[in-house]
């Protein structure tokens, strides 16, 4: 009986779908520097990874004296003819010899 009752009483650990947060405010809203909660996700036991998903936020350029941008993005002009924060193209060199 008593191997019984621990079988019945063990659960299996398991995340829930993930839940997007977008009204999570951005603490630095400028240069891409800020980071936000972009969702959150609960566990009904012991799990392993991540209760939430981030991502980088403030598009904006910042003002001087900061820098425009933070590290991995440059000053880019988009389609709309406005200057925004965007991320560096990493492009692999070619080399040819002759």
Do not use: H
């Not at 191997?3 to 650990?13: E, M, R």
């Amino acid at each position: 009986i008593v191997i019984l009752l621990l079988l019945t009483s063990c659960t299996f650990a398991q995340w829930s779908a993930w839940t997007e947060t977008p009204d999570t405010p951005c603490p630095v809203t400028c240069g891409y520097c800020g980071v936000r909660v972009a969702a959150t996700r609960t566990c009904t036991g012991v799990c392993s990874g991540p209760s939430q998903r981030y991502e980088e936020c403030g598009a904006q350029m910042c003002l001087w004296p900061n820098k425009t941008c933070c590290p991995g993005y440059i000053k880019g002009l988009l389609p709309s003819r406005e200057f925004e924060c965007v991320a560096i193209a990493t492009i692999p060199a070619k080399t040819t010899i002759a």
